[in-house]
Protein backbone atom coordinates (compact mmCIF):
# COMPACT_ATOMS: atom_id res chain seq x y z
CA UNK A 1 0.00 0.00 0.00
CA UNK A 2 1.50 3.58 -0.94
CA UNK A 3 2.05 5.56 2.10
CA UNK A 4 -0.08 8.64 1.70
CA UNK A 5 0.51 12.34 1.91
CA UNK A 6 -2.05 14.03 3.93
CA UNK A 7 -3.15 16.09 7.29
CA UNK A 8 -5.00 14.80 10.50
CA UNK A 9 -6.40 17.57 12.03
CA UNK A 10 -7.88 18.20 15.47
CA UNK A 11 -9.02 20.84 18.03
CA UNK A 12 -7.18 18.30 20.51
CA UNK A 13 -4.04 16.71 19.53
CA UNK A 14 -2.01 15.70 22.30
CA UNK A 15 1.68 16.72 21.61
CA UNK A 16 4.61 17.22 24.05
CA UNK A 17 3.87 20.69 24.79
CA UNK A 18 0.81 19.42 25.75
CA UNK A 19 -2.51 19.76 23.80
CA UNK A 20 -3.83 21.71 21.82
CA UNK A 21 -5.35 22.34 17.82
CA UNK A 22 -3.45 21.36 15.59
CA UNK A 23 -2.69 20.14 12.03
CA UNK A 24 -0.27 17.13 11.62
CA UNK A 25 0.92 16.49 8.42
CA UNK A 26 2.46 13.04 7.20
CA UNK A 27 4.68 12.43 4.59
CA UNK A 28 6.14 9.13 3.21
CA UNK A 29 4.62 7.16 7.01
CA UNK A 30 6.39 9.74 9.14
CA UNK A 31 5.37 13.09 10.59
CA UNK A 32 6.48 15.69 8.54
CA UNK A 33 5.60 18.47 10.97
CA UNK A 34 2.67 19.38 13.68
CA UNK A 35 1.11 22.92 12.29
CA UNK A 36 -1.24 25.03 13.73
CA UNK A 37 -4.81 23.80 13.03
CA UNK A 38 -5.48 26.26 10.33
CA UNK A 39 -2.51 25.49 8.53
CA UNK A 40 -3.09 22.94 6.03
CA UNK A 41 -1.35 23.91 2.65
CA UNK A 42 -2.68 22.30 -0.23
CA UNK A 43 -2.94 18.64 1.17
CA UNK A 44 -6.02 16.29 1.98
CA UNK A 45 -7.32 17.09 5.14
CA UNK A 46 -9.15 14.57 7.53
CA UNK A 47 -10.73 16.02 10.25
CA UNK A 48 -11.69 14.06 13.29
CA UNK A 49 -13.35 17.51 15.04
CA UNK A 50 -12.53 17.75 18.72
CA UNK A 51 -11.84 14.28 18.76
CA UNK A 52 -8.62 13.68 20.43
CA UNK A 53 -5.59 12.48 18.56
CA UNK A 54 -3.17 10.32 20.77
CA UNK A 55 0.21 8.72 19.69
CA UNK A 56 -0.12 5.31 18.83
CA UNK A 57 -0.32 3.29 22.12
CA UNK A 58 3.13 1.23 22.11
CA UNK A 59 2.46 -2.02 25.03
CA UNK A 60 5.64 -3.42 26.05
CA UNK A 61 4.16 -6.85 27.52
CA UNK A 62 2.38 -8.88 25.59
CA UNK A 63 2.48 -12.32 25.35
CA UNK A 64 1.84 -13.63 21.69
CA UNK A 65 2.22 -17.07 21.94
CA UNK A 66 3.44 -17.87 18.51
CA UNK A 67 4.97 -20.53 17.10
CA UNK A 68 4.22 -23.53 19.30
CA UNK A 69 1.20 -21.99 21.39
CA UNK A 70 -1.03 -20.41 18.57
CA UNK A 71 -3.99 -22.21 20.01
CA UNK A 72 -3.73 -19.44 22.58
CA UNK A 73 -2.88 -16.26 20.45
CA UNK A 74 -0.91 -15.69 17.70
CA UNK A 75 0.30 -12.49 15.68
CA UNK A 76 -2.76 -12.42 13.32
CA UNK A 77 -5.10 -12.54 15.98
CA UNK A 78 -3.53 -10.25 18.46
CA UNK A 79 -2.00 -7.70 16.11
CA UNK A 80 -5.42 -7.34 14.59
CA UNK A 81 -6.97 -6.87 18.47
CA UNK A 82 -4.32 -4.35 18.79
CA UNK A 83 -4.88 -2.13 16.12
CA UNK A 84 -8.62 -2.16 16.59
CA UNK A 85 -7.53 -0.70 20.38
CA UNK A 86 -5.49 1.70 19.05
CA UNK A 87 -2.28 -0.07 20.01
CA UNK A 88 0.23 0.43 17.15
CA UNK A 89 3.16 -1.22 18.53
CA UNK A 90 3.72 -4.43 20.83
CA UNK A 91 6.44 -6.27 22.37
CA UNK A 92 6.34 -9.80 22.26
CA UNK A 93 7.27 -11.50 25.67
CA UNK A 94 10.05 -14.39 25.47
CA UNK A 95 8.14 -16.94 26.50
CA UNK A 96 4.48 -19.42 25.74
CA UNK A 97 5.66 -20.14 22.39
CA UNK A 98 7.65 -22.89 21.55
CA UNK A 99 10.66 -22.52 21.39
CA UNK A 100 10.68 -19.81 23.73
CA UNK A 101 13.12 -16.53 22.37
CA UNK A 102 16.30 -17.93 24.41
CA UNK A 103 18.88 -18.77 21.53
CA UNK A 104 19.52 -17.30 18.39
CA UNK A 105 17.62 -20.21 16.25
CA UNK A 106 14.59 -19.56 18.12
CA UNK A 107 14.48 -16.13 17.22
CA UNK A 108 15.00 -16.96 13.75
CA UNK A 109 12.10 -19.28 13.99
CA UNK A 110 10.09 -16.31 16.10
CA UNK A 111 10.32 -14.04 13.25
CA UNK A 112 9.50 -16.27 10.48
CA UNK A 113 6.22 -16.89 11.85
CA UNK A 114 5.82 -13.68 12.70
CA UNK A 115 6.22 -12.71 9.11
CA UNK A 116 3.55 -11.74 6.84
CA UNK A 117 0.64 -11.81 9.84
CA UNK A 118 1.33 -8.28 11.38
CA UNK A 119 -1.54 -5.40 11.60
CA UNK A 120 0.87 -3.26 13.92
CA UNK A 121 4.35 -3.12 14.18
CA UNK A 122 6.01 -5.69 16.80
CA UNK A 123 9.11 -5.84 18.42
CA UNK A 124 10.87 -8.89 20.84
CA UNK A 125 12.27 -9.14 24.49
CA UNK A 126 14.62 -12.26 24.60
CA UNK A 127 14.77 -14.01 27.42
CA UNK A 128 17.33 -15.16 30.41
CA UNK A 129 16.99 -18.60 31.67
CA UNK A 130 19.64 -20.84 32.89
CA UNK A 131 22.39 -21.85 31.06
CA UNK A 132 21.80 -19.08 28.23
CA UNK A 133 24.18 -16.42 28.60
CA UNK A 134 26.23 -17.28 25.95
CA UNK A 135 23.09 -16.26 23.49
CA UNK A 136 22.72 -12.72 24.96
CA UNK A 137 25.05 -10.82 22.98
CA UNK A 138 24.07 -12.63 19.84
CA UNK A 139 20.08 -12.16 20.29
CA UNK A 140 21.13 -8.59 20.64
CA UNK A 141 22.62 -8.18 17.77
CA UNK A 142 19.40 -10.07 16.06
CA UNK A 143 17.43 -7.09 17.31
CA UNK A 144 15.94 -8.29 20.31
CA UNK A 145 15.13 -4.85 22.39
CA UNK A 146 16.01 -6.09 25.92
CA UNK A 147 15.75 -9.54 28.11
CA UNK A 148 12.55 -10.83 30.22
CA UNK A 149 13.69 -13.51 33.50
CA UNK A 150 11.52 -15.34 36.19
CA UNK A 151 12.46 -15.46 39.89
CA UNK A 152 9.90 -18.02 40.45
CA UNK A 153 8.40 -20.50 38.38
CA UNK A 154 7.16 -19.27 35.05
CA UNK A 155 4.30 -21.92 34.52
CA UNK A 156 5.98 -23.05 31.37
CA UNK A 157 8.52 -25.86 31.48
CA UNK A 158 10.64 -24.58 28.59
CA UNK A 159 11.09 -21.35 30.12
CA UNK A 160 13.14 -21.81 33.46
CA UNK A 161 13.32 -19.37 36.62
CA UNK A 162 16.67 -17.62 37.73
CA UNK A 163 18.42 -16.79 40.81
CA UNK A 164 20.90 -14.64 42.08
CA UNK A 165 23.77 -17.33 40.65
CA UNK A 166 22.71 -16.88 37.20
CA UNK A 167 21.28 -13.23 37.86
CA UNK A 168 24.31 -11.57 38.40
CA UNK A 169 26.06 -12.61 35.37
CA UNK A 170 23.36 -12.09 32.96
CA UNK A 171 22.88 -8.56 34.73
CA UNK A 172 26.73 -8.26 34.11
CA UNK A 173 26.47 -9.26 30.61
CA UNK A 174 23.24 -6.90 29.83
CA UNK A 175 25.22 -3.54 31.69
CA UNK A 176 27.38 -3.69 28.59
CA UNK A 177 25.05 -4.38 26.17
CA UNK A 178 23.03 -1.63 27.38
CA UNK A 179 19.81 -3.43 27.22
CA UNK A 180 17.17 -3.90 29.90
CA UNK A 181 16.51 -6.42 31.96
CA UNK A 182 12.36 -7.36 32.38
CA UNK A 183 11.69 -8.94 35.81
CA UNK A 184 9.06 -10.89 37.02
CA UNK A 185 9.43 -10.23 40.38
CA UNK A 186 8.01 -12.83 42.86
CA UNK A 187 10.69 -15.26 44.72
CA UNK A 188 9.17 -18.47 45.58
CA UNK A 189 10.24 -18.68 49.19
CA UNK A 190 6.43 -16.96 50.28
CA UNK A 191 4.73 -18.49 48.05
CA UNK A 192 5.65 -22.01 49.59
CA UNK A 193 5.45 -20.90 52.76
CA UNK A 194 1.62 -19.93 51.96
CA UNK A 195 1.20 -22.66 49.98
CA UNK A 196 1.54 -24.69 53.28
CA UNK A 197 -1.31 -23.37 54.67
CA UNK A 198 -3.63 -23.57 52.30
CA UNK A 199 -3.75 -27.59 52.11
CA UNK A 200 -7.58 -28.28 52.09
CA UNK A 201 -8.87 -24.57 51.41
CA UNK A 202 -11.44 -24.02 48.99
CA UNK A 203 -9.94 -23.50 45.63
CA UNK A 204 -12.42 -21.47 43.86
CA UNK A 205 -12.46 -18.70 46.29
CA UNK A 206 -10.95 -15.85 44.79
CA UNK A 207 -8.86 -15.34 48.47
CA UNK A 208 -7.03 -18.96 48.31
CA UNK A 209 -5.33 -17.96 45.11
CA UNK A 210 -4.80 -14.35 46.50
CA UNK A 211 -3.23 -15.74 49.81
CA UNK A 212 -1.15 -18.12 47.51
CA UNK A 213 0.60 -15.16 46.35
CA UNK A 214 1.31 -13.01 49.47
CA UNK A 215 3.00 -9.51 48.98
CA UNK A 216 6.35 -10.54 50.63
CA UNK A 217 7.21 -12.32 46.92
CA UNK A 218 6.97 -9.17 45.49
CA UNK A 219 8.99 -7.51 48.31
CA UNK A 220 11.87 -9.79 48.46
CA UNK A 221 12.32 -10.26 45.04
CA UNK A 222 12.33 -6.11 44.34
CA UNK A 223 15.13 -6.24 47.45
CA UNK A 224 17.59 -8.77 45.63
CA UNK A 225 17.11 -7.61 41.83
CA UNK A 226 16.88 -3.96 44.00
CA UNK A 227 20.87 -5.13 45.20
CA UNK A 228 21.86 -6.41 41.78
CA UNK A 229 21.47 -3.31 39.45
CA UNK A 230 23.09 -1.41 42.35
CA UNK A 231 26.09 -3.52 42.07
CA UNK A 232 26.03 -4.38 38.03
CA UNK A 233 24.67 -0.79 36.94
CA UNK A 234 22.04 -3.18 34.18
CA UNK A 235 19.14 -1.18 33.67
CA UNK A 236 16.35 -3.02 35.47
CA UNK A 237 12.34 -2.91 35.18
CA UNK A 238 9.44 -4.27 37.24
CA UNK A 239 7.09 -5.90 35.47
CA UNK A 240 3.48 -6.06 36.47
CA UNK A 241 3.67 -4.52 39.49
CA UNK A 242 1.21 -5.52 41.83
CA UNK A 243 2.07 -5.04 45.73
CA UNK A 244 1.71 -1.49 47.36
CA UNK A 245 3.84 -2.47 50.33
CA UNK A 246 6.83 -2.95 47.86
CA UNK A 247 5.94 0.94 46.46
CA UNK A 248 8.37 2.07 49.21
CA UNK A 249 11.13 0.24 47.74
CA UNK A 250 11.00 1.27 44.47
CA UNK A 251 10.66 4.59 45.67
CA UNK A 252 13.66 4.04 47.71
CA UNK A 253 15.66 3.03 44.57
CA UNK A 254 14.70 5.75 42.42
CA UNK A 255 15.42 8.12 44.81
CA UNK A 256 19.46 6.62 44.63
CA UNK A 257 19.35 7.38 40.98
CA UNK A 258 19.47 3.79 40.63
CA UNK A 259 18.20 2.39 36.50
CA UNK A 260 15.56 0.64 38.25
CA UNK A 261 11.97 0.92 36.53
CA UNK A 262 8.31 -0.20 36.86
CA UNK A 263 5.23 -0.85 35.37
CA UNK A 264 1.90 -1.67 36.51
CA UNK A 265 -0.98 -3.39 34.30
CA UNK A 266 -4.76 -2.25 33.41
CA UNK A 267 -6.23 -5.10 35.89
CA UNK A 268 -4.35 -3.96 38.42
CA UNK A 269 -5.77 -0.37 38.12
CA UNK A 270 -9.42 -1.66 37.30
CA UNK A 271 -10.75 -4.25 39.36
CA UNK A 272 -10.59 -5.19 43.44
CA UNK A 273 -9.91 -8.54 44.68
CA UNK A 274 -13.16 -7.90 47.15
CA UNK A 275 -15.74 -7.55 44.23
CA UNK A 276 -13.79 -10.77 42.02
CA UNK A 277 -16.72 -13.44 42.25
CA UNK A 278 -15.17 -16.82 43.31
CA UNK A 279 -14.84 -19.15 40.96
CA UNK A 280 -14.42 -16.37 37.94
CA UNK A 281 -10.58 -17.91 36.63
CA UNK A 282 -10.78 -14.87 33.64
CA UNK A 283 -9.37 -12.65 36.59
CA UNK A 284 -6.60 -15.16 37.66
CA UNK A 285 -3.13 -13.66 37.12
CA UNK A 286 0.15 -13.55 38.76
CA UNK A 287 0.98 -11.87 40.72
CA UNK A 288 -2.64 -11.77 41.64
CA UNK A 289 -5.12 -8.65 41.53
CA UNK A 290 -5.37 -7.22 44.84
CA UNK A 291 -7.82 -5.00 47.20
CA UNK A 292 -9.37 -1.72 46.66
CA UNK A 293 -6.41 0.04 49.10
CA UNK A 294 -3.95 -1.66 47.20
CA UNK A 295 -5.19 -0.20 43.74
CA UNK A 296 -5.50 3.26 45.32
CA UNK A 297 -1.84 3.03 46.66
CA UNK A 298 -1.16 1.74 42.78
CA UNK A 299 -2.28 5.06 41.49
CA UNK A 300 -0.69 7.56 43.78
CA UNK A 301 2.49 5.81 42.58
CA UNK A 302 1.71 6.14 39.01
CA UNK A 303 1.00 10.34 39.86
CA UNK A 304 3.88 10.25 41.61
CA UNK A 305 5.93 8.94 38.54
CA UNK A 306 7.40 5.79 40.98
CA UNK A 307 5.59 3.39 38.56
CA UNK A 308 6.47 4.95 35.34
CA UNK A 309 4.05 3.07 32.99
CA UNK A 310 1.00 0.96 32.37
CA UNK A 311 1.47 -2.51 29.99
CA UNK A 312 -1.82 -4.82 29.42
CA UNK A 313 0.15 -8.10 29.99
CA UNK A 314 -1.66 -9.76 28.05
CA UNK A 315 -1.39 -13.39 28.24
CA UNK A 316 -4.43 -15.62 26.86
CA UNK A 317 -4.98 -18.99 26.65
CA UNK A 318 -7.54 -21.57 25.56
CA UNK A 319 -10.85 -21.27 27.24
CA UNK A 320 -10.21 -25.04 28.55
CA UNK A 321 -7.09 -23.88 30.49
CA UNK A 322 -8.91 -21.28 32.41
CA UNK A 323 -10.62 -24.33 34.27
CA UNK A 324 -13.72 -22.39 33.78
CA UNK A 325 -16.20 -24.93 34.57
CA UNK A 326 -14.52 -26.21 37.91
CA UNK A 327 -13.97 -22.41 38.89
CA UNK A 328 -10.44 -23.44 40.25
CA UNK A 329 -8.43 -20.90 40.65
CA UNK A 330 -5.33 -22.79 41.79
CA UNK A 331 -5.56 -25.14 38.68
CA UNK A 332 -6.49 -22.54 35.58
CA UNK A 333 -3.26 -20.49 34.24
CA UNK A 334 -2.89 -17.65 35.30
CA UNK A 335 -3.22 -14.40 32.71
CA UNK A 336 -5.27 -11.61 31.54
CA UNK A 337 -6.54 -11.03 28.19
CA UNK A 338 -6.95 -7.80 27.79
CA UNK A 339 -4.69 -5.99 24.82
CA UNK A 340 -7.48 -4.49 22.84
CA UNK A 341 -8.93 -2.78 25.95
CA UNK A 342 -6.06 -1.66 27.59
CA UNK A 343 -6.85 2.21 26.47
CA UNK A 344 -10.18 2.76 27.41
CA UNK A 345 -9.96 0.51 31.03
CA UNK A 346 -7.47 2.61 31.64
CA UNK A 347 -8.67 5.98 30.87
CA UNK A 348 -11.75 4.76 32.57
CA UNK A 349 -10.02 5.10 35.60
CA UNK A 350 -7.68 7.22 35.51
CA UNK A 351 -10.29 10.13 34.30
CA UNK A 352 -12.34 9.21 37.76
CA UNK A 353 -9.00 10.40 39.48
CA UNK A 354 -8.40 13.66 37.86
CA UNK A 355 -5.70 12.37 35.58
CA UNK A 356 -5.64 13.93 32.00
CA UNK A 357 -5.08 12.55 28.14
CA UNK A 358 -1.70 13.69 28.37
CA UNK A 359 -1.00 11.33 31.30
CA UNK A 360 -2.30 8.31 29.61
CA UNK A 361 0.05 8.91 27.26
CA UNK A 362 2.84 9.50 29.48
CA UNK A 363 2.79 6.24 30.87
CA UNK A 364 1.14 4.58 27.98
CA UNK A 365 3.69 5.96 24.65
CA UNK A 366 6.50 7.96 26.04
CA UNK A 367 7.41 5.62 28.70
CA UNK A 368 6.76 2.65 26.79
CA UNK A 369 8.89 3.66 24.12
CA UNK A 370 11.84 4.62 26.17
CA UNK A 371 11.40 1.28 27.78
CA UNK A 372 11.87 -0.78 24.15
CA UNK A 373 14.47 1.82 22.80
CA UNK A 374 12.07 3.64 20.31
CA UNK A 375 12.03 6.85 21.98
CA UNK A 376 11.41 9.61 19.18
CA UNK A 377 10.34 6.97 16.76
CA UNK A 378 7.29 5.76 18.37
CA UNK A 379 4.45 7.10 20.78
CA UNK A 380 4.59 10.66 20.23
CA UNK A 381 3.48 13.07 18.21
CA UNK A 382 6.46 15.22 16.91
CA UNK A 383 8.58 16.01 13.41
CA UNK A 384 10.54 12.68 12.51
CA UNK A 385 8.26 10.43 14.11
CA UNK A 386 6.27 7.64 12.71
CA UNK A 387 2.66 8.74 11.73
CA UNK A 388 0.97 6.07 14.31
CA UNK A 389 -1.94 7.54 15.91
CA UNK A 390 -5.15 6.84 18.03
CA UNK A 391 -8.76 9.14 17.48
CA UNK A 392 -9.99 8.89 20.95
CA UNK A 393 -13.78 9.48 21.95
CA UNK A 394 -13.01 9.57 25.43
CA UNK A 395 -16.50 10.39 26.60
CA UNK A 396 -17.96 7.86 24.80
CA UNK A 397 -18.69 4.74 26.54
CA UNK A 398 -18.56 1.41 25.37
CA UNK A 399 -20.13 -1.93 27.15
CA UNK A 400 -17.77 -5.28 26.51
CA UNK A 401 -19.22 -7.92 25.01
CA UNK A 402 -17.63 -11.20 23.12
CA UNK A 403 -18.68 -9.52 19.03
CA UNK A 404 -16.64 -6.91 20.03
CA UNK A 405 -13.30 -8.87 21.08
CA UNK A 406 -10.62 -9.80 18.72
CA UNK A 407 -8.47 -11.60 20.74
CA UNK A 408 -8.19 -15.33 19.72
CA UNK A 409 -10.47 -16.34 22.51
CA UNK A 410 -13.11 -14.12 23.80
CA UNK A 411 -12.40 -15.18 27.54
CA UNK A 412 -11.52 -11.90 29.57
CA UNK A 413 -12.52 -10.62 33.08
CA UNK A 414 -13.67 -7.55 31.30
CA UNK A 415 -16.53 -8.98 29.74
CA UNK A 416 -20.12 -7.01 30.94
CA UNK A 417 -17.94 -3.79 32.01
CA UNK A 418 -18.87 -0.51 30.91
CA UNK A 419 -15.24 1.66 29.79
CA UNK A 420 -15.17 5.32 28.92
CA UNK A 421 -12.94 5.59 25.74
CA UNK A 422 -13.22 4.73 22.98
CA UNK A 423 -11.27 4.12 19.64
CA UNK A 424 -12.72 5.50 16.73
CA UNK A 425 -9.51 5.16 13.95
CA UNK A 426 -5.92 3.71 14.20
CA UNK A 427 -3.27 5.08 12.09
CA UNK A 428 -0.40 2.87 11.36
CA UNK A 429 3.12 4.78 9.53
CA UNK A 430 -0.30 7.40 7.95
CA UNK A 431 -2.33 4.14 6.93
CA UNK A 432 -5.73 3.54 8.75
CA UNK A 433 -5.38 0.24 9.84
CA UNK A 434 -8.73 0.54 11.71
CA UNK A 435 -11.57 2.15 12.38
CA UNK A 436 -14.58 1.55 14.42
CA UNK A 437 -14.14 -1.82 15.67
CA UNK A 438 -12.63 -2.95 12.30
CA UNK A 439 -9.87 -3.73 11.26
CA UNK A 440 -9.45 -1.62 7.74
CA UNK A 441 -5.80 -2.71 6.49
CA UNK A 442 -3.87 -5.84 7.09
CA UNK A 443 -0.69 -6.88 7.64
CA UNK A 444 0.87 -3.26 7.52
CA UNK A 445 2.71 -4.02 10.59
CA UNK A 446 6.56 -4.53 10.55
CA UNK A 447 8.81 -5.83 12.93
CA UNK A 448 11.32 -3.48 14.69
Sequence with gaps: MTQPTFVLRSRRVVTPEGVRPAAVHVKGGVIDRVAAWEDVGANSVEDVGDLAVLPGIVDTHVHLNEPGRTEWEGFATATRAAAVGGVTTLVDMPLNSIPPTTTREAF????????????VDVGFWGGVVPGNQRELA????????????????????????????????????????????????????????????????????YMTYLASRPPAAEEEAIKLVT?????????????????????????EAKSEGLPLTAETCPHYLHFAAETIPDGATAFKCAPPIRDAEN??????????????????????????????????????????????????????????RGFELADIVRW??????????????KGVIAAGADADFVVFADEERTTVTPELVHHRHKVTPYAGESLRGAVHATYLRGIKVAERGRVTANEQGVLV
Design 108 to 119: AAKRAAAKGQCS
Design 364 to 377: MCTATSRLAGLSGK
Design 227 to 251: RLCRSTHARTHIVHHSAASALGLLR
Design 138 to 205: GLVADGVRGFKCFLVDSGVAEFGWVGEPELAPAMQILAGLDVPLLVHAEVAGPIDAAAEHLAGVDPTK
Design 295 to 352: REALWRALGEGVLELVASDHSPCSPNLKAMEQGDYMAAWGGISGLQLALPVVWTEASK
